[in-house]
């Protein structure tokens, strides 16, 4: 049970602080911790996605309508029957059925386009003001074109549209949250804290919310929207209507944890000591319930970025010229373009590994957010 | 228990009347009103604009008054099943609705009852089980179907069943019964129709309630009720159903309350994308073309239906804990 008691001497397990108790109490969930490191990951990605994107993601391309994904070779055998490392990509030449006209496009093993990490491309800015010209991968010959993951029916890049859907998504979340965050750490706070009618207006009003359909009620609210807005206007606009429901959750979690902690001896004593309600709140109160905050944060977040996928997936959230994963995904509402171009699904499976990602990351912070707690320390 | 009824449902009222306020200020967001829109789009179409006809039609919506004024009329509207007027579809809105809503409120209950079908028994076994391959399998598929967006589950069927099987898993109803009058033969084809979306929607749900389902029978197994309860011979079967798993329902029935409003919420976007003859893609319709006065209806009716949803499951959970209704 008490393990990591056996590894450090008790001395060192009494003076360790609350953090570190956290700290060490997460490691030990294994799948948590690379949740960890695929959510960084992943919004490493969202800040610099320009240089992880091979092409310009609104660059057209009519020679290569849903051109089909090409795969990374790494190695191949050279004139003297050797393997030899040259990662490179097979090319694909489009044809045209001569009886039924339709377009497909078949693989030449002769025709070779070589990439290499860090290669030159078309100059492009790094967070819109860095001038760059390195990718992440790029082709050796940079007038020759690959596609990772395919291209639309524009023929636009999926891999680089994909990435730069890393940055609309991942952050809509994050502000989203925070939004969230702040109306409901003051509502639930204030409600824990005060008690009385402050906190029975409030839990009805929370309840009145969690009760009604969601999905529907966005729909609404954004559908108020102006339709000619600017899109940036429409992302922050977007990101309030998706808060005005989430804070009710947080709120929730806020309120419960102050309702506990107020008659825990330790505040008592703080209030006894003639410490204003700011000090009790801010300088005693608070320390506790950080922890449980950021747990509940890391729940919020896959919820605002599935609330978004599926809002701009309907055409009433973030729309064109924007790229957000869900904006990616409307393509794929036409059952002929996903019977044609399945790898349209691509940003579905990062929706899905994001928010796996971000659930299990939360459920090991719930779990360590008490390190005072019976369970395995 | 009836005292307990009535005061649960006088407690819904404050709900349905700000609900009816909530819908009624999404139709009123938008700028402009409902008939400078309306006059807009017949000359756009070419007509004749009726001064005589948009006068009567600005006293009837009352649109010179304040908001309560307007909110009045359009609510005494509805208690008298006057909805409106769809502008899109140059019918009362309460014509367009009928069936939809009918085929909605079938959709919504029966992926709850599905959801509890599937849940109770896997949580169970997954609790008794626990850490068994089998626990194992349930959690795994659990976490996925937490992560997955309804609609792509929805898109990716669609893709299987036209890529692999070459048949359609859209609508609800096989085009010789689309437009027939209810028969047995339609009710059992509308069933069979059912399955698909009603495990796409109850995906979520069954997963989250799976997990808490497990989570509250461990709490349970573990105590010496069960203990004495297998000391003095009873089966094991008999010793886990009767006693912990009683208790282990009530919080899961108390769940059934916020369960439901996802349910409905979920079902808009697979009823969109599936394209089902319920209330779902007429809504979003309306929303895109600004058709306020049929999209306040929807989100009034699911919203209402949410909340009835909510009631009942309160008193489902008062019927199985006594303690509640005695409180």
Same mark, same amino acid.
């Given at each position: 049970?008490?393990?990591?008691?056996?590894?450090?001497?008790?001395?060192?397990?009494?003076?360790?602080?609350?953090?570190?108790?956290?700290?060490?109490?997460?490691?030990?969930?294994?799948?948590?911790?690379?949740?960890?490191?695929?959510?960084?990951?992943?919004?490493?990605?969202?800040?610099?996605?320009?240089?992880?994107?091979?092409?310009?993601?609104?660059?057209?391309?009519?020679?290569?309508?849903?051109?089909?994904?090409?795969?990374?070779?790494?190695?191949?055998?050279?004139?003297?029957?050797?393997?030899?490392?040259?990662?490179?990509?097979?090319?694909?030449?489009?044809?045209?059925?001569?009886?039924?006209?339709?377009?497909?496009?078949?693989?030449?093993?002769?025709?070779?386009?070589?990439?290499?990490?860090?290669?030159?491309?078309?100059?492009?800015?790094?967070?819109?003001?860095?001038?760059?010209?390195?990718?992440?991968?790029?082709?050796?010959?940079?007038?020759?074109?690959?596609?990772?993951?395919?291209?639309?029916?524009?023929?636009?890049?999926?891999?680089?549209?994909?990435?730069?859907?890393?940055?609309?998504?991942?952050?809509?979340?994050?502000?989203?949250?925070?939004?969230?965050?702040?109306?409901?750490?003051?509502?639930?706070?204030?409600?824990?804290?005060?008690?009385?009618?402050?906190?029975?207006?409030?839990?009805?009003?929370?309840?009145?919310?969690?009760?009604?359909?969601?999905?529907?009620?966005?729909?609404?609210?954004?559908?108020?929207?102006?339709?000619?807005?600017?899109?940036?206007?429409?992302?922050?606009?977007?990101?309030?209507?998706?808060?005005?429901?989430?804070?009710?959750?947080?709120?929730?979690?806020?309120?419960?944890?102050?309702?506990?902690?107020?008659?825990?001896?330790?505040?008592?004593?703080?209030?006894?000591?003639?410490?204003?309600?700011?000090?009790?709140?801010?300088?005693?109160?608070?320390?506790?319930?950080?922890?449980?905050?950021?747990?509940?944060?890391?729940?919020?977040?896959?919820?605002?970025?599935?609330?978004?996928?599926?809002?701009?997936?309907?055409?009433?959230?973030?729309?064109?010229?924007?790229?957000?994963?869900?904006?990616?995904?409307?393509?794929?509402?036409?059952?002929?373009?996903?019977?044609?171009?399945?790898?349209?699904?691509?940003?579905?499976?990062?929706?899905?590994?994001?928010?796996?990602?971000?659930?299990?990351?939360?459920?090991?912070?719930?779990?360590?957010?008490?390190?005072?707690?019976?369970?395995?320390? | 228990? #009836?005292?307990? !009824?009535?005061?649960?449902? %006088?407690?819904?009222?404050? /709900? &349905?009347? *700000?609900?009816? +306020?909530?819908?009624?200020?999404?139709?009123?967001?938008?700028?402009?009103?409902?008939?400078?829109?309306?006059?807009?789009?017949?000359?756009?179409?070419?007509?004749?604009?009726?001064?005589?006809?948009?006068?009567?039609?600005?006293?009837?919506?009352?649109?010179?008054?304040?908001?309560?004024?307007?909110?009045?009329?359009?609510?005494?509207?509805?208690?008298?099943?006057?909805?409106?007027?769809?502008?899109?579809?140059?019918?009362?809105?309460?014509?367009?609705?009928?069936?939809?809503?009918?085929?909605?409120?079938?959709?919504?209950?029966?992926?709850?009852?599905?959801?509890?079908?599937?849940?109770?028994?896997?949580?169970?076994?997954?609790?008794?089980?626990?850490?068994?391959?089998?626990?194992?399998? #349930?959690?795994? !598929?659990?976490?996925?179907? %937490?992560?997955?967006?309804? /609609? &792509?589950? *929805?898109?990716? +069927?669609?893709?299987?069943?036209?890529?692999?099987?070459?048949?359609?898993?859209?609508?609800?109803?096989?085009?010789?019964?689309?437009?027939?009058?209810?028969?047995?033969?339609?009710?059992?084809?509308?069933?069979?129709?059912?399955?698909?979306?009603?495990?796409?929607?109850?995906?979520?749900?069954?997963?989250?309630?799976?997990?808490?389902?497990?989570?509250?029978?461990?709490?349970?197994?573990?105590?010496?009720?069960?203990?004495?309860?297998?000391?003095?011979?009873?089966?094991?079967?008999?010793?886990?159903?009767?006693?912990?798993?009683?208790?282990?329902?009530?919080?899961?029935?108390?769940?059934?309350?916020?369960?439901?409003?996802?349910?409905?919420?979920?079902?808009?976007?697979?009823?969109?994308?599936?394209?089902?003859?319920?209330?779902?893609? %007429?809504?979003?319709?309306?929303? &895109?073309?600004?058709?306020?006065?049929?999209?306040?209806?929807?989100?009034?009716?699911?919203?209402?239906?949410?909340?009835?949803?909510?009631?009942?499951?309160?008193?489902?959970?008062?019927?199985?804990?006594?303690?509640?209704?005695?409180?």
């Amino acid at each position: 049970m008490s393990n990591s008691l056996d590894q450090s001497s008790p001395m060192e397990f009494a003076e360790a602080t609350q953090w570190q108790l956290m700290w060490r109490r997460f490691k030990k969930h294994k799948v948590a911790l690379l949740s960890l490191y695929i959510v960084l990951l992943f919004y490493v990605v969202a800040a610099f996605s320009e240089f992880f994107q091979t092409y310009d993601p609104e660059e057209t391309s009519r020679r290569d309508v849903f051109h089909p994904p090409q795969m990374i070779r790494l190695f191949e055998v050279n004139d003297a029957g050797n393997r030899q490392f040259r990662p490179h990509v097979l090319g694909m030449n489009l044809e045209r059925d001569p009886i039924t006209l339709a377009s497909n496009y078949a693989v030449d093993p002769e025709e070779r386009i070589y990439v290499t990490l860090f290669g030159r491309s078309d100059p492009y800015l790094l967070l819109g003001f860095i001038p760059m010209e390195r990718r992440l991968i790029a082709a050796v010959d940079s007038d020759e074109k690959f596609f990772l993951f395919g291209a639309d029916r524009l023929g636009r890049d999926m891999w680089s549209r994909t990435i730069a859907g890393t940055r609309v998504s991942m952050s809509i979340g994050l502000v989203g949250v925070a939004l969230s965050l702040f109306l409901g750490t003051l509502i639930g706070g204030m409600a824990g804290y005060l008690g009385g009618w402050v906190d029975a207006v409030s839990t009805r009003a929370i309840e009145l919310i969690l009760s009604m359909p969601t999905i529907p009620i966005w729909l609404g609210l954004s559908a108020t929207i102006p339709p000619n807005i600017d899109p940036l206007l429409r992302y922050f606009a977007i990101t309030i209507i998706l808060s005005l429901i989430g804070w009710t959750e947080l709120a929730r979690v806020v309120r419960g944890r102050f309702l506990a902690l107020r008659t825990e001896d330790f505040v008592t004593a703080a209030r006894l000591d003639g410490a204003s309600p700011k000090r009790v709140i801010f300088r005693h109160m608070m320390p506790s319930l950080v922890s449980h905050i950021i747990a509940s944060v890391s729940l919020a977040i896959p919820a605002m970025i599935l609330a978004e996928t599926s809002l701009s997936f309907l055409g009433l959230g973030l729309q064109q010229p924007t790229i957000s994963w869900g904006v990616l995904l409307q393509e794929s509402q036409n059952i002929r373009s996903i019977a044609q171009a399945p790898w349209l699904f691509v940003p579905g499976a990062f929706v899905m590994l994001v928010v796996l990602a971000l659930n299990f990351l939360g459920d090991g912070l719930r779990d360590a957010a008490d390190p005072y707690s019976q369970h395995s320390i | 228990m #009836f005292v307990y !009824i009535m005061r649960r449902v %006088l407690w819904s009222v404050p /709900f &349905l009347f *700000a609900a009816s +306020l909530l819908a009624f200020a999404i139709i009123q967001l938008p700028p402009g009103d409902y008939v400078e829109s309306y006059a807009a789009r017949l000359e756009a179409d070419g007509q004749q604009v009726d001064e005589v006809r948009i006068i009567a039609l600005r006293d009837r919506f009352g649109l010179d008054r304040p908001f309560i004024v307007q909110y009045w009329k359009w609510i005494s509207g509805i208690f008298q099943g006057d909805f409106g007027l769809s502008f899109q579809w140059q019918q009362p809105v309460s014509e367009l609705i009928g069936d939809r809503m009918f085929l909605s409120v079938i959709l919504a209950t029966s992926t709850l009852l599905f959801t509890w079908a599937i849940a109770l028994p896997i949580g169970v076994y997954s609790a008794v089980k626990q850490y068994s391959v089998g626990d194992y399998v #349930f959690s795994i !598929i659990g976490f996925i179907g %937490l992560a997955t967006p309804n /609609f &792509l589950v *929805a898109l990716i +069927l669609m893709y299987v069943g036209v890529v692999v099987f070459g048949t359609n898993v859209t609508g609800l109803f096989s085009p010789e019964y689309a437009n027939a009058s209810w028969s047995w033969g339609k009710f059992i084809d509308l069933l069979k129709h059912l399955i698909i979306p009603v495990a796409i929607i109850g995906t979520s749900a069954t997963a989250s309630l799976i997990r808490i389902m497990r989570a509250n029978l461990l709490d349970e197994l573990f105590k010496p009720y069960v203990t004495t309860a297998r000391a003095k011979g009873l089966s094991e079967f008999k010793a886990i159903i009767k006693y912990p798993v009683r208790i282990a329902l009530n919080p899961f029935a108390s769940t059934i309350a916020w369960v439901f409003p996802q349910i409905i919420s979920g079902s808009t976007i697979v009823a969109v994308v599936l394209s089902l003859p319920t209330v779902d893609p %007429l809504m979003l319709d309306a929303l &895109l073309s600004q058709d306020m006065y049929l999209a306040g209806a929807f989100i009034l009716l699911l919203s209402v239906m949410s909340i009835v949803g909510m009631i009942v499951s309160d008193i489902v959970l008062a019927l199985i804990d006594p303690r509640i209704r005695y409180r």
